[in-house]
Each structure stands twice: as C-alpha cells, then as structure tokens.
C-alpha cells in the first residue's frame, strides 16, 4: 500500500473531477444528511473544494489516490476555537467503502494530526453526522465527544 499518494493539493489533477464528484455523492449518501437540500449542499461541497483548491480561498483539500483512484478525500480548514486557540476542522471525511476500517486510514489521520501540529493548531475537530462514537472508536487516543449540534428551519 506504498503506492497511495495522500496529500494536500491545490490543483485538481486531471481527470480526478468526475470521480471526486461522485465521492460527494456518495459521502452524501453515506452522511444521513436527512433534511438538509442535497443539491445544495452538493454545490456547497463542490465550491468548498474549489475555494481550497484553484480559487485559494483558504481551508485544505487532501486526497489520496492510488494508480489516478480516488481512496479518500478530506475538507478542512483552520479556525479559532471557543478557548480562542486554533483548531484544525475537519469538515468532511470521505473514505471509499473498500479501504473503510483499513489501518491504513489510521495513518493518515496520523498526518492529519501532524499537519494540525504544524499549523500551530491546538485541537483537532471532526464534523460527523452519523454520530461521534465510530470515531472515538477508530481514532482512539484523545477523541472524544465535543458537542452537538441543533438546527431549526426557518
């Protein structure tokens, strides 16, 4: 499993577009997103990737491929938490449903840590709608529940 380039990137690699849009759809499917509008959370996603990527608007977009395959995409960005410090927030994690529990995922949450690390970041936050405790579970050391979020329509 050497061969899998994980990275941040800031250009979208030819070719790669058509497969990272379908990943969207599938973290979409995957997500339990009930009640949100999947279209537009769909264009959010889209225009999200874009802002870390080409358009540099800032936040990260990592992917990792093997042989032009897409394994795993991640949107984060650096913000402040509550205690005024800086956290690095994972805003979406997508994993292809074959390499899902795979120890090698555990690794690059390892470099998604370090990354944190390097960016002077004092927490590591993770946006989960499918519920906080496969999370702890897989991640282990440190993780633990942070906070739940409430949303009304109106």
Not at 31 to 45: A, R
Not at 57 to 62: L, P, R, Y
Request: hydrophobic share 40%.
């Amino acid at each position: 499993m050497t061969d899998i380039d994980f990275r941040v990137i800031k250009q979208i690699p030819d070719g790669l577009s058509p497969v990272i849009q379908s990943a969207v759809h599938d973290f979409m499917d995957a997500s339990g997103t009930e009640g949100i509008n999947p279209d537009g959370f769909y264009s959010l996603t889209l225009e999200s990737i874009a802002n870390s990527t080409y358009l540099n608007g800032g936040g990260e977009f990592w992917v990792g491929t093997r042989a032009g395959e897409l394994l795993i995409y991640i949107l984060a960005v650096v913000s402040r938490d509550l205690d005024g410090k800086l956290c690095y927030c994972v805003n979406q994690a997508w994993v292809r449903k074959d390499y899902r529990g795979n120890p090698i995922v555990k690794q690059w949450w390892e470099q998604i840590r370090q990354r944190a690390k390097d960016l002077f970041c004092k927490h590591l936050m993770i946006t989960s709608s499918r519920g906080h405790k496969a999370y702890e579970r897989f991640l282990g050391h440190g993780m633990k529940h942070y906070a739940d979020l409430l949303k009304e329509t109106l």
